[in-house]
T-cell receptor
Framework: DVKVTQSSRYLVKRTGEKVFLECVQD?????MFWYRQDPGLGLRLIYF???????EKGDIPEGYSVSREKKERFSLILESASTNQTSMYLC????????????FGPGTRLTVL | GNSVTQMEGPVTLSEEAFLTINCTYT??????LFWYVQYPGEGLQLLLK?????DKGSNKGFEATYRKETTSFHLEKGSVQVSDSAVYFC????????????FGQGTRLTINP
């Protein structure tokens, strides 16, 4: 059974803290993605990675950075958390073919106080 | 550019009613199309997909047909159940754009017994 796991389901942080969200996939997929999901806005792509150590900005990269040191792991970093980064964060992975779907993790609900 | 437009929600139906959730897309070429479902408190799961024109995707009683003439991929189910209550997302893959998905804004479906 294919799996994408995220390190936390719920996280509460304070403004200014550095926050790490971890994502691991066991499918040997080349591509991994970080989205945020907000009511009325759907899913918005923050960053994605198409190979180890490779990354590309998505639609809303400001305030975020990412790290992919190993193929199975993709980390999202909030350098200095702000209240407007309170959101649901979803990680996904995908094999390289336009016919293949993305597989999603269960999500991390982050609250920044 | 690529975009996906979904029927506005929320949608509320009675059990055993017929369901249609509209989805139209704009794209260059013929991208693969997907419907994802998000049950309460969970990440997104692939519901069905179609990879070329006139393909019909189906799963769990849901169906959607890839119609290039109308650039649509409407989701249908003949008889909904309470357990179908969820948020439904239509998506297309960007052919040029390294595997990225473009999502609609999501439609929240509630089925009453």
């Amino acid at each position: 059974d294919v799996k994408v796991t995220q390190s936390s389901r719920y996280l509460v942080k304070r403004t200014g803290e550095k926050v790490f969200l971890e994502c691991v996939q066991d499918m040997d997929h080349e591509n991994m993605f970080w989205y945020r999901q907000d009511p009325g806005l759907g899913l918005r792509l923050i960053y994605f990675s198409y190979d180890v150590k490779m990354k590309e900005k998505g639609d809303i990269p400001e305030g975020y950075s990412v790290s992919r040191e190993k193929k199975e792991r993709f980390s999202l970093i909030l350098e200095s958390a702000s209240t407007n980064q309170t959101s649901m964060y979803l990680c996904a992975s995908k094999a390289t073919s336009q016919y293949n779907e993305q597989f999603f993790g269960p999500g991390t609900r982050l609250t920044v106080l | 550019g690529n975009s996906v437009t979904q029927m506005e929600g929320p949608v509320t139906l009675s059990e055993e009613a017929f369901l249609t959730i509209n989805c139209t897309y704009t794209a260059t070429g013929y991208p693969s199309l997907f419907w994802y479902v998000q049950y309460p408190g969970e990440g997104l799961q692939l519901l069905l997909k179609a990879t070329k024109a006139d393909d019909k995707g189906s799963n769990k009683g849901f169906e959607a047909t890839y119609r290039k003439e109308t650039t649509s991929f409407h989701l249908e189910k003949g008889s909904v159940q309470v357990s179908d209550s969820a948020v439904y997302f239509c998506a297309q893959v960007k052919i040029q754009g390294a595997q990225k998905l473009v999502f609609g804004q999501g439609t929240r479906l509630t089925i009453n017994p």
